[in-house]
């Protein structure tokens, strides 16, 4: 057991707010950029063990130690857990601002905040950092600063001036926050189960779990749990307890370039952006990047230099094995390469653990590789690791969006042979009536649409532009990017590692968005400006010549059918008992189904089946 300490017991007054000592454990990490944070805001006062408790429950986003503040009224309070990546001598937050006596509690990194305040003329002293700077912009400019941080948050801020509740969440979702409101109580947090410390959660089944895998915008399988969009903020009212929640951000066709520019002025402005936003998250911290064998990854290893690479390997599964291809690079660029083998016993040993982590079930086939590369790097003594998640989005890297964009010639490419199942979707969602919306969103299913609520947010993007490669790109953020960034929060947070993804640097999503079509591609070979910086930064051809996209997913779907299909088959009885809802038992029939080894249905099946036993006791 690890020794505690406690804080100085005396109790710290500012206009209004109060500073109350918790214990804090020193693991000797050291810095304070990804943490967990919480809080309550009621009608009586919150108890301070309540808040104690639901900093607990989240300990693994901060190991180095919790605090709390709560008003002088105790109607509402501030938790935060600490991650010390570079200072051994930081302490957790919250923060608080003597000037406004306003106090914040932060999750993430602002990574240009020394250029804001040089800008703003915001002094720091020695030993502050960017929350300090939050608290100053935000006291100066209110929620007009958040457009001009350069990074990943998730944040609440308490205001004493007007008594508000204040939280933000990043462009993309890096970051995650839940909240929870009732008549008396509004509570938030970084994950789900530290909310179970605040109120009592009521799960149910989500019905986008049937069409896409995973629930849509704020929806989460909890009844009166929302997810807090990306690019959005909610103000709580401390004595009303009225929520107002307001969009900050969104992505816009905002661009210097069209197709009739030359490509490589475009070219040029992508290289340069990209560069200096992979610069501008370097740390000196002990980090490592996640290698896939793939494109993005191999962009970043070459950028980056890292001096220790992590991948996955499946020995006898070739369509998942990348490892020569990683290997070659970290040879090129003289990393050391660390490799993981999972095999069928460590994921039947871990899917239960793994679920857990996440909260609830998500669409993601690479849960177990990521689960596995996190715990490799946390044994290693890495801090931060890297990972390449955006271009597929942003520059239309998926099979499917071929299939869209390109119809009858990707199905006939023999490169994309491996995909004859999406293929065939695509040709039964061909008519002469359909749109392209329509086409597009009968080749994201997984399931029936039982709500109609996919088929909207589909159709809902592809109103909002005219270019269809840019609602292609809308529906992939909206519908399959928020699974991936919580499963990658959520996975190296349950190591203490902070998660780092270059590629969401929202003015190189920006300007990769705006690009005309002719721009993102050459023929059927997709993510063209990125392909075109990988040659000329060096990066083998045998990376930025291919076609097919293989990323960190992994055997589990022909595991789960061959030598774990009895073990599957116990977990999936709990979502056929009778007092199950139809929905679950949709979902166990979907799972049921032998589809070919790509598919994830039986994945996504054995989750909800998992998260159903834990949440009803009746596994």
């Avoid at 857990?81 to 602002?110: C, H, K, Q, W």
């Avoid at 990707?410 to 490169?415: F, G, T």
Wanted: glycine fraction near 8%.
């Amino acid at each position: 057991m690890r020794p505690t300490r406690r804080l100085a017991s005396a109790r710290v007054r500012h206009r209004g707010l109060i500073r109350r000592p918790f214990e804090v454990t020193p693991y000797g990490r050291g810095g304070n950029d990804v943490c967990g944070i919480a809080g309550i805001a009621a009608r009586s006062p919150v108890a301070a063990d309540r808040l104690a408790d639901m900093a607990r429950r989240q300990a693994h986003r901060g190991p180095d130690g919790f605090d709390l503040r709560l008003t002088a009224d105790g109607r509402a309070g501030l938790a935060m857990n600490l991650l010390a990546v570079l200072d051994p001598t930081a302490r957790p937050g919250p923060y608080e601002d003597p000037s406004t006596g306003m106090v914040l509690t932060f999750n993430g990194e602002i990574y240009n905040y020394r250029e804001l305040a040089d800008r703003w003329g915001i002094a720091l002293r020695a030993g502050e950092t960017d929350a300090h700077l939050m608290l100053r912009a935000y006291a100066r400019f209110g929620s007009d600063c958040l457009a001009h941080f350069d990074g990943m948050f998730a944040l609440a801020l308490l205001d004493p001036r007007n008594r508000r509740l204040f939280l933000a969440r990043d462009r993309f979702g890096e970051k995650p926050l839940y909240y929870t409101a009732t008549r008396d109580t509004f509570a938030f947090a970084s994950e789900v189960k530290a909310l179970r410390a605040a109120v009592p959660l009521r799960p149910r089944f989500v019905a986008e779990w049937l069409a896409v895998e995973n629930p849509l915008g704020s929806m989460t399988p909890y009844e009166d749990v929302e997810l807090l969009e990306p690019g959005h903020h909610v103000t709580v009212d401390l004595d009303s307890l009225s929520v107002t929640k307001q969009a900050w951000w969104t992505l816009e066709p905002r661009s210097e370039f069209d197709e009739a520019d030359d490509y490589a002025q475009s070219y040029k402005a992508f290289a340069h952006q990209l560069t200096a936003a992979v610069e501008l998250r370097r740390t000196d911290a002990p980090s490592a990047l996640m290698a896939s064998g793939g494109l993005d990854s191999a962009v970043l290893a070459y950028l980056l230099r890292p001096s220790v690479m992590l991948t996955a390997r499946y020995p006898g599964y070739q369509r998942y094995d990348e490892f020569d291809l990683a290997k070659q690079v970290a040879d090129e660029i003289g990393a050391e390469l660390i490799a993981v083998e999972p095999t069928p016993e460590d994921f039947r040993r871990h899917a239960a653990d793994i679920v857990e982590t996440l909260d609830y079930p998500l669409g993601n086939a690479s849960l177990l590789s990521e689960r596995m590369l996190c715990a490799a790097a946390a044994e290693r003594g890495v801090k931060v690791v890297y990972g390449g998640t955006g271009p597929d989005e942003l520059l239309l890297g998926y099979v499917r969006n071929l299939l869209a964009l390109d119809g009858g010639r990707a199905v006939d490419d023999p490169n994309l042979d491996t995909y004859g199942p999406l293929k065939e979707k695509f040709l039964g969602s061909v008519g002469p009536s359909s749109s392209a919306a329509d086409r597009y969103y009968r080749l994201i299913l997984r399931g029936p649409d039982t709500t109609g609520r996919t088929r909207q947010y589909v159709h809902g993007c592809f109103d909002r532009t005219p270019d269809l490669g840019q609602a292609i790109s809308l529906v992939e953020i909206g519908v399959a990017l928020p699974s991936m960034l919580l499963a990658s929060d959520k996975l190296a947070s349950a190591y203490g590692l902070e998660r780092r993804s270059p590629y969401l640097a929202h003015e190189w999503a920006q300007l990769c968005y705006a690009l005309p079509l002719a721009h993102k591609r050459a023929g059927l070979q997709s993510k063209r400006p990125l392909r075109d910086f990988a040659r000329e930064l060096g990066v083998p051809a045998a990376i930025w010549s291919r076609v097919d996209k293989r990323g960190f997913a992994s055997p589990v779907p022909s595991w789960l059918s061959g030598s774990l299909a009895p073990w599957y088959e116990e977990q999936l009885r709990v979502l056929r008992r009778p007092d199950a809802p139809r929905t679950a038992s949709m979902i166990a029939d979907l799972g049921a189904r032998r589809a070919g080894q790509y598919d994830r249905s039986r994945l996504h099946a054995l989750q909800v089946a998992l998260w159903w036993s834990r949440e009803t006791g009746k596994g």
